[in-house]
């Protein structure tokens, strides 16, 4: 089934620790995101690929870093985790007629 | 600073119709989007409005006025399955959505 697929669902960290959360793709969509949606916030957008080889800063991208070696793949990575990023983060891409968002399944992260 | 402002929550009757408003403030316009996210799943495209007026898509449609910075998403014949949050988002000049915080539409019968 074509879409965008999220890894892991769900993860408990420690503070301190080195986390990737890992998003794949197979509608070859040049542009993909990464947000984290908090309760009471709308969806921020933490980095973006307008296509393979180039990223940019979102509207909160501390603490995250991200890479975009080929279309397919746009993992994003929390090198120290604080007890702050506990949050869903939603990894998504943009096409369509209209440039809509098609967004993965979301992966839970709680950070202790 | 750029803003979407929509009502954090609305109930309404199964069968009858709901109107859930979306005002924005935002560097530019690019078109206006409504999803869907149901709980502990991930938002869906609904509707998209880029000129003034209204967009039809079965029982929901989507109206737009830019002169007014405004929107809203209509959802007729309600039914158990629309209880969720709806969201709205503006494309700005730069191309970047700006979110709101989601409309939680509950559905009783």
């Known amino acids: 089934i074509a879409g965008i697929t999220q890894a892991p669902t769900s993860q408990i960290l420690a503070a301190g620790r080195r986390m990737t959360l890992r998003c794949t793709q197979d509608?070859?969509?040049?542009?993909m995101y990464w947000y984290r949606q908090d309760l009471g916030l709308g969806l921020r957008l933490i980095h973006y690929s307008n296509t393979a080889g180039t990223t940019g800063k979102g509207e909160v991208p501390d603490g995250y870093s991200v890479s975009r070696a080929n279309t397919d793949d746009f993992p994003l990575t929390l090198a120290s985790a604080v007890p702050s990023q506990t949050s869903v983060y939603f990894c998504a891409s943009s096409g369509g007629n209209t440039g809509e968002l098609f967004f993965g399944e979301g992966s839970r992260l709680t950070v202790l | 600073g750029q803003n979407i402002d929509q009502p954090t929550e609305m109930t309404a009757t199964e069968g009858a119709i709901v109107q859930i408003n979306c005002t924005y403030q935002t560097s530019g316009f690019n078109g206006l989007f409504w999803y869907q996210q149901h709980a502990g799943e991930a938002p869906t495209f609904l509707s998209y409005n880029v000129l003034d007026g209204l967009e039809e898509k079965g029982r929901f449609s989507s109206f737009l006025s830019r002169s007014k910075g405004y929107s809203y998403l209509l959802l007729k014949e309600l039914q158990m399955k629309d209880s969720a949050s709806y969201l709205c988002?503006?494309?700005?000049?730069?191309?970047?959505?700006?979110w709101g915080a989601g409309t939680k539409l509950i559905i009783k019968p």
């Open positions: 988002a503006v494309m700005d000049s730069n191309y970047q959505l700006i």
């Open positions: 509608m070859r969509h040049n542009a």
